[in-house]
């Protein structure tokens, strides 16, 4: 139930009983008792009584005539009459100043109620008869007894009623509303109570008509002590609003002393530092703060002015704040500012300043607040430092070297005589130091070339990292461009000194492209693409070494995009043709099969050799498709080669396969595939690789070509001795046959000198039980060399070059003079697996 609801159920419950007992007065009412003496007494009661109250001074309480009128019908005339009496005083009373007419019911049935309760206290004391109310004969304790119960009773239960209806209405706890607003009226009621005894008294000895007839002088009498009391509560405001500007007066003086010393103490304990300053700049008054911020003592500063401790840097832009401030410019001026502390280091401050009036000066004084954000400016700046520089070997980074070429650019743009330049640099094969040495000492051998890029600078040049293996260096101002050359020249030298990383000696080099800025480079962007460009020349150009950008390049570098494109329109359209080059017996001259060669017939460009293509495929990711393509249609073709009618052994096809191929999980799956769908035995394939494999993808490779091994083709190491050698990887795998690079027999003479490569990797063949074949064998000298030195095979210019596949099946029969039908022929479109050479 809420709380509207309570009180509207509350008072119809008090309005029920009430008029009840209201009621119950009139049934019982002794009308015989009612004589002139009572109406005059009703009359007054009803006209004049509820009409007067008398405050009493300093208490929040009045005291009403009309109780003591009520007491006194109770005592004189019975219960009955005081139980009307009060209903009709209140209705009356409650009906001049109520607007809500069911709070005048309320009032007097709950008059009613609590007068007949106090008519029931009375009769449960004892305390009824009317010699004990009127205190005849020896009842005059009862009387006095009765009198203290009627006060008692009428306040407690006319408090009560009003107590639970103002809790109901406000939501507050009864007690509370009962001590709060009704506990200091108990006076009221017993004033009455005993004006009532006193009037009754009175009419026992001078009778009740002479009581009546002094209720005008009771009215007279009121009327001059109600001017008396308003006359001292005039002088009781007037004393209380003297002791309260007495009281303000102290508190403000008060207040004004502890303000004085609150500022005193915040001045002084501030933790920022504070002054007050002189229109000249003269220190007047400093706080402690300001002593621990600059270290200088009071003393010290008041001997001196703010100028002798600013930095000169920052002196003229505060004298111009300063003076802006003085003439009113500006209210108020915060700045950052450098001070000169007294052991001389410099202390980086946030500087608030606005003045003050001053009665004594005709100019106002200044108020300096003065922070230290020393710690600030060194957190902002290693936060600056660390946007701006690699973490690893603390060098600019991309962003900043990036900010730097444009400012150097525009500079250049608008002054020709400032020349900008760029190196690019890329370390050469440094995924191999991570990848065997792990990135710990990658990450030390970068920080290593750091340093030495560093040591080859100028003064004014920066090095940067630009992120992996890559570093820029900026070189602007006057100079000659042959200094550029030589500063790669120096890098170069630096980098063939070998770094001990953690016990490890590792030799680098780097591929350096270098760019002077033309009046073509509009952009910061162009001059990154350029030397990036000249680079990569390096790198093509054998690395460990730099190239010059020059036009050429750039036709180059838009040449190779075009072949990129064409290359990948090539693969799309099976446009790739597969050459074959025969393998011959050493000691019977046989043919013993062939080695297939990607071929590619540009359109514009004519035959391409796999050199000009196949590393531009594993660069952008078309080695997979290309090298499955060339696999598929090399076996389509040489399936029609079974017949053993050509040999007394059926032929063979070497394949080469990139490293890269070997990043496909799905490898040796593809290549079961193709053999599956060409019907290609697969004990006639040779699949070709190279060293590099087991740098790259070590264990990965080594179980791959196992399983290759198990399907039974055979795994050869092509241009052996050329890459990286590891012997381990040779005894760990089923290599079968070790192919010998055409670096190591092009040098053989007649005489039969430049051999000893060969032999020590002939004779290490056979101590692995594995064969040899010769590449690049193109002299009757040389193929006699290698029979003194027992190599099985060879291939070359000498025997034959390489062929169609239409060339290759002509050059089969003039060789076995055998003539052979071929039926009719599909070769299907290929998809991915790789051929060199």
């Known amino acids: ?368 607040q003065i922070q230290d954000i020393t710690n600030k400016k060194s957190a902002e700046e290693q936060l600056q ?57 990658g990450d030390q051998l970068l920080i290593g070339i750091a340093d030495r890029l560093r040591d080859c600078l100028r003064p004014n040049d920066i090095v940067a990292r630009l992120g992996g293996d890559e570093f820029t260096i900026l070189v602007e101002g006057k100079y000659e461009t042959g200094e550029v050359v030589r500063i790669a020249e120096r890098l170069q030298e630096k980098f063939a000194q070998p770094f001990d990383l953690s016990g490890h000696e590792i030799y680098s080099s780097a591929s350096i492209g270098i760019l002077h800025v033309s009046e073509k480079h509009l952009l910061p962007e162009d001059i990154m693409r350029d030397a990036d460009t000249a680079m990569y020349q390096a790198k093509r150009a054998g690395k460990a070494c730099h190239e010059v950008f020059n036009e050429e390049m750039h036709e180059a570098v838009k040449a190779t995009l075009q072949l990129e494109t064409d290359l990948r329109r090539a693969i799309e359209r099976d446009e790739l043709s597969v050459f074959y080059q025969p393998i011959h017996s050493l000691e019977t001259g046989e043919i013993q099969g062939f080695e297939a060669l990607a071929r590619w017939k540009h359109r514009e460009l004519g035959m391409l050799s796999p050199d000009k293509f196949i590393p531009l495929a594993e660069e952008i990711g078309l080695i997979d498709a290309l090298g499955e393509q060339i696999l598929r249609k090399s076996c389509s073709q040489m399936r029609f080669f079974r017949d053993d009618s050509f040999n007394e052994t059926p032929l063979t096809l070497s394949v080469n396969l990139s490293s890269k191929q070997f990043a496909q999980s799905n490898l040796v799956e593809r290549i079961q595939q193709i053999l599956d769908e060409t019907d290609f035995l697969p004990s006639r394939l040779k699949l070709e690789i190279t060293e590099t494999l087991f740098f790259e993808f070590k264990e990965k490779a080594v179980g791959m070509l196992v399983r290759l091994r198990d399907l039974g083709i055979e795994i050869n190491i092509d241009d052996f001795g050329t890459g990286y050698s590891n012997l381990s990887y040779l005894m760990q795998l089923p290599i079968s046959t070790l192919k010998i690079d055409r670096s190591f027999i092009s040098p053989i003479k007649d005489d039969g000198s430049n051999t000893e490569i060969v032999g020590i990797i002939v004779l290490l063949a056979r101590n692995l039980g594995m064969k040899v074949i010769a590449e690049g064998v193109e002299t009757a000298a040389q193929v006699e060399q290698l029979k003194k030195l027992d190599c099985e095979s060879a291939q070359g210019y000498y025997f034959s070059k390489p062929m169609c596949f239409d060339e290759a099946e002509e050059f089969l029969r003039e060789k076995t003079g055998i003539a052979k039908v071929f039926t009719e022929r599909k070769f299907e479109d290929v998809s991915v697996v790789l051929t060199v050479q």
């Not at 009962?178 to 108990?186: H, L, N, Q, S, V």
């Not at 502890?258 to 530092?273: K, Q």
């Not at 009665?359 to 200044?366: G, I, V």
């Not at 900010?403 to 191999?432: C, E, M, W």
Request: net charge neutral; with cysteine; hydrophobic share 45%.
């Open 385 to 441: 430092h660390e946007a701006t520089h690699d973490v690893l070997t603390k060098l600019p980074n991309r962003a900043y070297f990036m900010t730097r070429l444009a400012g150097a650019l525009d500079k250049s743009q608008s002054n020709p005589r400032h020349k900008v330049s760029v190196l690019f640099i890329d370390l050469d094969r440094f995924k191999v130091v991570n990848d065997s040495l792990g990135h710990l000492i």
């Open 1 to 368: 139930m809420d709380t509207q609801s309570r009180t509207k159920a509350y008072m119809l419950t008090v309005l029920a009983v009430g008029f009840g007992c209201l009621a119950y007065a009139l049934l019982n009412l002794s009308y015989q008792k009612l004589d002139i003496y009572f109406l005059l007494l009703f009359s007054f009661t009803i006209g004049i009584g509820s009409r007067m109250t008398l405050e009493i001074p300093r208490f929040k309480s009045h005291i009403a005539v009309s109780d003591t009128f009520i007491f006194l019908a109770l005592l004189l005339y019975g219960g009955e009459i005081a139980i009307v009496l009060a209903a009709v005083e209140a209705f009356c009373s409650s009906w001049r100043f109520c607007n809500k007419k069911i709070t005048v019911f309320f009032n007097a049935a709950a008059m009613a109620l609590s007068t007949t309760i106090v008519v029931t206290a009375l009769k449960a004391f004892g305390l009824y008869s009317e010699s004990q109310l009127q205190g005849h004969g020896e009842n005059f304790n009862d009387f006095f007894i009765a009198l203290s119960v009627t006060a008692l009773t009428q306040f407690l239960a006319s408090t009560t009623f009003a107590a639970v209806y103002g809790a109901f209405k406000s939501g507050k706890p009864f007690l509370e509303t009962w001590k709060t607003k009704y506990a200091w009226i108990f006076i009221t009621y017993f004033v009455g109570a005993v004006g009532a005894g006193a009037l009754v008294k009175m009419s026992d000895y001078v009778g009740f008509g002479v009581v009546i007839a002094t209720f005008p002088i009771i009215f007279f009498v009121y009327l001059t002590y109600r001017m008396y009391l308003k006359n001292v509560e005039m002088a009781t405001a007037q004393a209380e609003q003297a002791e309260s500007h007495a009281g303000v007066l102290e508190k403000q003086s008060v207040a004004l002393r502890e303000s004085e010393e609150r500022f005193r103490s915040a001045f002084n304990y501030a933790p920022i530092g504070i002054a007050l300053v002189s229109p000249d700049g003269r220190w007047l008054k400093v706080n402690r703060a300001l002593s621990e911020i600059l270290g200088f003592s009071e003393e010290e500063f008041l001997a001196a002015d703010f100028q002798s401790m600013l930095c000169d840097e920052d002196l003229g832009n505060t004298l111009i704040k300063l003076h802006e401030i003085l003439t009113g410019k500006i209210p108020t001026c915060q700045i950052e500012q450098r001070y000169i502390h007294k052991t001389g280091k410099i202390v980086w401050t946030l500087w608030s300043v606005s003045t003050t009036s001053d009665a004594n000066s005709e100019r106002p004084n200044l108020i300096f």
